[in-house]
């Protein structure tokens, strides 16, 4: 089925490793998006590519790092995990006049 | 920076019962609004969206919004809940001209059979 494809779902690290998480969409969208979702918080833009070569810092930023490889694929990354990092991340696209699509998640548990 | 408020945390209502949450954003311009549902363990997916246009929006699911402007709100509906409804419903903004979704916290929902 076409839209937005996210690896791994689950993943476990330890304070100081470092992971990329992975997301890919078929649907031809311009824009992408990396979003963290944590309780009694909404969702929060992490960082996003409104087209390929661009990318812009959303709400919070910090402690990572994102890289739009082609129109399909954009990456986050994570050089050093933290506890704080402990979360559940969305990867989203779309294209203009439509609505946002997501992905169906990566649970990350950094201890 | 606009910012998205939903009222209600946990809503609890029986099957059948009529269902409207809250939503206010705090932006001047022009927005795009959107209603998102997250089912537990799965992803978000959108329930109706409002761009521009008849500002009674109809959704998937028996679901519906109204925009209105002057209040800057952006209310879901139902008119009878189903127990398959339990969910968290998030409201969002974008901004025209600007890029990413502003969420609310998010309602939890649940009902009761």
């Known amino acids: 089925n076409a839209g937005v494809t996210q690896t791994p779902k689950f993943q476990v690290l330890k304070t100081g490793q470092s992971m990329t998480l992975q997301c890919a969409q078929d649907?031809?969208?311009?824009?992408m998006y990396w979003y963290r979702q944590d309780p009694g918080m909404g969702l929060r833009l992490i960082y996003y590519s409104a087209s390929e070569g661009t990318t812009d810092k959303g709400e919070v930023p910090n402690g990572y790092n994102v890289s739009r490889l082609n129109k399909r694929e954009f990456s986050l990354r994570l050089e050093s995990a933290a506890p704080s990092q402990t979360s559940v991340y969305f990867c989203a696209s779309r294209t203009a006049g439509y609505g946002y699509t997501f992905g169906s998640g990566t649970r990350l548990t950094v201890v | 920076a606009q910012s998205v408020s939903q009222h209600n945390h946990h809503v609890i209502l029986s099957e059948a019962a009529s269902l409207e949450l809250g939503c206010n954003y705090s932006?001047?311009?022009?927005?795009?609004l959107f209603w998102y549902v997250q089912y537990p363990g799965q992803h978000l997916q959108l329930l109706l969206k409002y761009f521009s246009g008849d500002p009674l929006v109809k959704g998937i699911k028996g679901f519906e919004a109204e925009f209105i402007k002057s209040k800057f709100s952006f209310n879901l509906r139902k008119p009878s809940v189903q127990w398959s409804d339990t969910a968290e419903y998030f409201c969002a903004v974008n901004t025209r001209g600007a890029d990413g979704l502003t969420f609310g916290k998010g309602t939890h929902l649940i009902i009761q059979p």
């Open positions: 649907m031809n969208h311009n824009s």
């Open positions: 932006y001047g311009g022009t927005v795009n």
